[in-house]
Nanobody, 123 residues
C-alpha cells in the first residue's frame, strides 16, 4: 500500500509558475513509477507527466511539454511537478499517482492515487 499526499497548488496568474509536490509513504517509493494527472471541471482525468523508478525516463502530455518538468527524490519519497508559463487551461485538480510498473501514461496503469491539489490559473 502506498499513501500519497499532494501539496503546492494554489491560485496563480497566467504566465506564472507553481511547483507541486507529492509525498509518499508506505512501501518502497523507489519501486514505483510515478505520475501526475489532472481533471478540469466537466472533463475526464488526463495524463500530465510520468517518471520512471530511477528518474531516468520521463514522459509528458503534449499540452504541458516544454513548460513542465517532473522529477523525483527517492531519498525524500517525493515527486515534483514544476509548471511554468501557466495558462488558464491548466486550471484543474492535479493528482499524484503510483504504479508498480516502471512507468505509465494511462490512468488504468496506476494503482494508488492522492486526493488532489487545486491549481487555478487566472487570466
Amino acid at each position: 500500500q502506498v499513501q500519497l499526499v499532494e501539496s503546492g497548488g494554489g491560485l496563480v496568474q497566467a504566465g506564472g509558475s507553481l511547483r507541486l509536490s507529492c509525498a509518499a509513504s508506505g512501501r518502497t517509493f523507489s519501486s514505483y513509477g510515478m505520475g501526475w494527472f489532472r481533471q478540469a471541471p466537466g472533463k475526464e482525468r488526463e495524463f500530465v507527466a510520468a517518471i520512471s523508478w530511477s528518474g531516468t525516463r520521463t514522459y509528458y502530455a503534449d499540452s504541458v511539454k516544454g513548460r513542465s518538468t517532473i522529477s523525483r527524490d527517492n531519498g525524500k519519497n517525493t515527486v515534483y511537478l514544476q509548471m511554468n508559463s501557466l495558462k488558464p487551461e491548466d486550471t484543474a485538480v492535479y493528482y499524484c499517482a503510483a504504479t508498480p510498473q516502471v512507468t505509465g501514461t494511462t490512468l488504468h496503469e496506476y494503482a494508488y492515487w492522492g486526493q488532489g491539489t487545486q491549481v487555478t490559473v487566472s487570466s
